[in-house]
C-alpha cells in the first residue's frame, strides 16, 4: 500500500518560511512524478511545484523564486522549501505522487495546512 504522509504546516507571518515533507513509501518513489498542491477556501485546487523522476522542476508563477521543491530518493521523500511566505499562499497542501502506465497510480496524501499572516 502506497502511503504519503506529510509533515511541517503551520503558521508563520508573512516574510518567514516553513519546510513541507512528503515521506513516501519507498516502493515506486524513484520512478514517480512528485508534486505539491494547495487548495485555499472556496478556491480550485493548484500545481504549486513539481519535480519528476529525473528532477525536471516546475513551478507555479505565483511562487517562483520563493519555493523549492526537491527529492530524496534514498528517504523516499519529497520537500517543499517556502521562503517569504505571503497571506496568499494560505491553503492546505497536498502531497502527490503519479506514475503513467499499465501500473500507473496517483496517490494523495492527507493534506497540511499552512497559514501566513500579515
Known amino acids: 500500500q502506497v502511503q504519503l504522509v506529510e509533515s511541517g504546516g503551520g503558521l508563520v507571518q508573512a516574510g518567514g518560511s516553513l519546510r513541507l515533507s512528503c515521506a513516501a513509501s519507498r516502493i515506486f518513489f524513484s520512478s514517480s512524478t512528485m508534486g505539491w498542491y494547495r487548495q485555499a477556501p472556496g478556491k480550485q485546487r493548484e500545481l504549486v511545484a513539481i519535480?519528476?523522476?529525473?528532477?525536471?522542476?516546475n513551478y507555479a508563477d505565483s511562487v517562483k523564486g520563493r519555493f523549492t521543491i526537491s527529492r530524496d530518493n534514498a528517504l523516499s521523500t519529497v520537500y517543499l522549501q517556502m521562503n517569504s511566505l505571503k497571506p496568499e499562499d494560505t491553503a492546505v497542501y497536498y502531497c502527490?505522487?503519479?506514475?503513467?502506465?499499465?501500473?500507473?497510480?496517483?496517490?494523495w496524501g492527507q493534506g497540511t495546512q499552512v497559514t501566513v499572516t500579515s
Open positions: 519535480i519528476s523522476s529525473g528532477r525536471v522542476t
Open positions: 502527490n505522487a503519479v506514475k503513467l502506465g499499465a501500473a500507473g497510480y496517483n496517490y
